[in-house]
């Protein structure tokens, strides 16, 4: 029986981790570091920190080369054969180093509830015929990071909010109803389609860390403030997280 705990490490700032967090990791057997090649090496450079800050007892870490998504073609497909790659390496590694089972720690970014797919990756498992009990340790979410960071509420008064993808509100424009609308996963800056009169816009890149960006405003405003802006980090840095607050006819103090 493997006990796999998917731990939320918040968006790379050790200070995010909850106590829970630092005991599930501490707990472990074993901890599974992804690597995403070099143009993202910070990414594994913040696991291995994190690692280093709440670790008070030896644990061993295991890193390995995450399997990489087709481009192009029918994108669910793709993520899909992507995840069954994924799972297919968390098998022959937990085969190789949980010979007889034992607990499994997994970092994951934000909050394994919101635009992850970790939980769908651990079912693969599950159909494979892997013994597992899936254990979640919430984390901080770049949403909760992105609102603090800026110093707003994510809805307004009595109003829905609706959390969505830069794919989708470029595909389908606006979301009927929503007052607010917070984007994840945009790499094209899907917020330059919209018609940008009354939008004001709450943006951030790395939020929690070090390299931190924010930039708030009306939207026909700062819009291509924030595409430079974006493009510039990514060159810098070689990957970039960002997440960004819609909101009709209000606009940023």
């Not at 934000?110 to 009990?133: F, K, M, Q, V, W």
């Not at 943006?203 to 924030?226: F, K, R």
């Amino acid at each position: 029986m493997i006990d796999l705990h998917l731990i939320g490490i918040g968006t790379g700032n050790p200070a995010h981790l909850t106590r829970q967090a630092e005991e599930a990791m501490n707990a472990a057997d074993l901890i599974l570091l992804p690597r995403k090649g070099d143009a993202t090496s910070d990414l594994i450079d913040l696991r291995r920190a994190i690692c280093a800050a709440a670790l008070t007892r030896p644990v061993r870490i295991v890193e390995f080369d995450l399997p990489v998504r087709a481009s192009g073609g029918d994108y669910l497909a793709a993520v899909n054969d992507w995840h069954d790659a994924i799972a297919a390496t968390w098998a022959a590694l937990t085969d190789r180093h949980l010979p007889h089972g034992g607990r499994l720690a997994l970092l994951v970014w934000g909050d394994p509830s919101l635009y992850d797919s970790t939980l769908r990756i651990a079912d693969r498992l599950r159909a494979g015929g892997i013994a597992l009990r899936i254990h979640v340790v919430p984390g901080i979410t770049s949403l909760q990071a992105l609102t603090a960071a800026h110093a707003i509420t994510l809805n307004t008064l009595a109003a829905p909010v609706v959390i969505t993808t830069g794919r989708r509100l470029r595909d389908a424009g606006w979301p009927a109803s929503a007052d607010s609308v917070a984007v994840m996963l945009d790499g094209d800056c899907a917020f330059a389609t919209l018609p940008a009169a009354g939008i004001a816009i709450w943006w951030g890149a790395y939020l929690g860390m070090a390299q931190q960006a924010l930039i708030a405003g009306a939207l026909p405003a700062v819009a291509a403030e924030i595409v430079a802006a974006r493009a510039a980090l990514r060159a810098e840095h070689g990957w970039i997280m960002d997440t960004y607050l819609l909101r009709r006819a209000v606009e940023p103090a």
